[in-house]
């Protein structure tokens, strides 16, 4: 086993540079990969506000985000009457196809019966659009948890079970929009019918409009979101999940689960393709399709993906990492690091999940060669950071000040990004998105020996 070194945070006094995201924004992230769906934040205005600011500084684009508002009053005697207007102006302004309600800290902290109040504003209305509720207190988890908590009522509430379809469910996790284009991309090419949970890659990354579109176009419709409990199976992406969402199904409607870590480097691309591979044939089972292959594009970018680690080896061997994000993405990356021959020397996260060292371990990573930080802020991070002396940091902008302060390159991955253009179209995944990461690394390196070279460079 490696040597895991998480801090909980309640053994610290106080978060420094928070390195968590709170668990109502992982659920507008979701719920915002739902066609037509208009996230409700039941509490205080300035958690929609900052749930707000922070998406659109790092997606660039327009985000209506309800809130009900909560004030003096609400806050002692409870926030129904909130909640019923707050739904009704709603409605009135937006039209949306289905409302989703996450709760904020606040709410959860007075103990509001959401479930209760819900239910009686559907009663008295039933001609309401569908309202799906999500309890995401941030004393119970960080956006991530938020995000897969979402997803998994949306199931709830939603997918039906019944005679199999043909198609797979894809549980993609909090990736960005471009890697969903390309998960959506690689999975048409195994001709599979694809159900996908969220979607988000058109609502949170599209074009420019001549008015302003208060819900964008886009998302999974809630119509075939109840399709989820008849598929042929569910491929549920993000290594140190204990369950998610994708057990619910399995449980629930029967549908076979399969856990892969997020599709980053050769190995784990090549087993996310074996396993729709598998799910293609099972999907074709009974009819005249031909068993599937490999589509030709795919093996393409694998061939000049090992390519690149051929050329670029003598660059990246060796060098020491950080690695930061969410733990499914950090964990990816981990892996890919290792796969070049980078070494990573500390994967530290914001999210307590317990799993990201044995999901390490799992990955291949050789134990005891890296230390793992979960639960961790960033003023922690950037103090055993300063102590490794990584050659290379990969992690969101928040770890930028740490990287300008030790002069240790940064390639920011995972979300926020805000001080670049461009986030939502970061591709992490897949061959092609190793292939992006894999020369963003090189290059950081290089730029760096350049730079600190009193030499600089030439070619002559
Ligand atoms: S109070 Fe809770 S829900 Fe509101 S912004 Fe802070 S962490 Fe998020």
């Excluded at 008849?230 to 409607?253: I, N, S, W």
């Excluded at 784990?268 to 009819?287: C, I, K, N, P, Y």
């Excluded at 230390?371 to 950037?382: F, K, N, R, T």
Aim: glycine letters at 10%; a negative charge.
């Amino acid at each position: 086993m490696s040597l895991p070194i998480a801090v909980p945070s309640s053994k610290r006094p106080a978060a420094t540079n928070s390195c968590r995201v709170c668990a109502p924004l992982g659920s507008v992230l979701a719920f915002r990969g739902l066609r037509g769906c208009m996230p409700l934040i039941h509490g205080s205005q300035g958690c929609a506000t900052y749930i707000r600011r922070y998406l659109i500084s790092h997606f660039r684009e327009p985000m209506d985000v309800a809130s009900t508002s909560f004030d003096e009053s609400a806050t002692i005697f409870g926030g129904q009457s909130n909640l019923a207007a707050a739904i009704k102006n709603l409605v009135r302004q937006y039209s949306p196809e289905v409302i989703g309600v996450c709760t904020t800290c606040l709410a959860e902290t007075i103990g509001e019966d959401t479930v209760g109040i819900l239910r009686e504003i559907t009663t008295a209305d039933p001609d309401l659009p569908p309202i799906i509720h999500v309890a995401t207190p941030s004393f119970k988890g960080c956006q991530y948890r938020g995000f897969h908590d979402t997803v998994e009522a949306i199931l709830r509430a939603t997918a039906r079970g019944g005679e199999r379809l043909p198609h797979v469910n894809l549980l993609p996790g909090p990736v960005s929009p471009a890697d969903l284009r390309h998960l959506r991309e690689i999975v048409a090419a195994f001709d599979l019918p694809l159900l996908m949970l969220p979607d988000y890659s058109e609502t949170l990354d599209g074009p420019s409009l001549a008015s302003y579109a208060p819900i964008p176009e886009g998302g999974t419709p809630l119509a075939e979101v109840a399709d989820a409990g008849r598929a042929t199976g569910t491929l549920q992406l993000g290594a140190t999940l204990a369950d998610g969402p994708g057990a619910y199904l399995e449980r629930e409607h029967g549908v076979p689960l399969v856990k892969a870590s997020l599709p980053i480097g050769v190995r784990a691309t090549d087993a996310v393709l074996e396993s729709l591979a598998a799910f293609a044939m099972e999907s074709a089972a009974g009819t005249s399709a031909s068993a599937p292959i490999t589509p030709a594009w795919l093996s393409a970018e694998r061939g000049r993906l090992v390519d690149a680690y051929v050329d670029g080896h003598k660059y990246v061997s060796g060098k020491r990492v950080a690695v930061v994000g969410d733990p499914d993405l950090a964990v990816g990356v981990a892996g890919f690091c290792a796969e070049i021959g980078l070494v990573p020397v500390l994967v530290a996260s914001g999210a307590l999940t317990h799993r990201m060292a044995t999901a390490l371990d799992l990955l291949g990573l050789a134990p005891g060669s890296f230390e793992v930080m979960e639960d961790a802020d960033y003023d922690s991070i950037g103090r055993r950071v300063a102590e490794l002396k990584p050659d290379l940091i990969l992690g969101p902008s928040k770890a930028y000040p740490t990287s300008r302060a030790l002069g240790i390159p940064l390639v920011r991955i995972g979300f926020p990004v805000h001080d670049r253009i461009g986030a939502g179209r970061i591709l992490h995944l897949g061959y092609r998105g190793t292939q992006r990461l894999f020369d963003e690394v090189a290059n950081a390196l290089l730029d760096h020996q350049q730079d600190s070279s009193e030499m600089g460079y030439a070619y002559q």
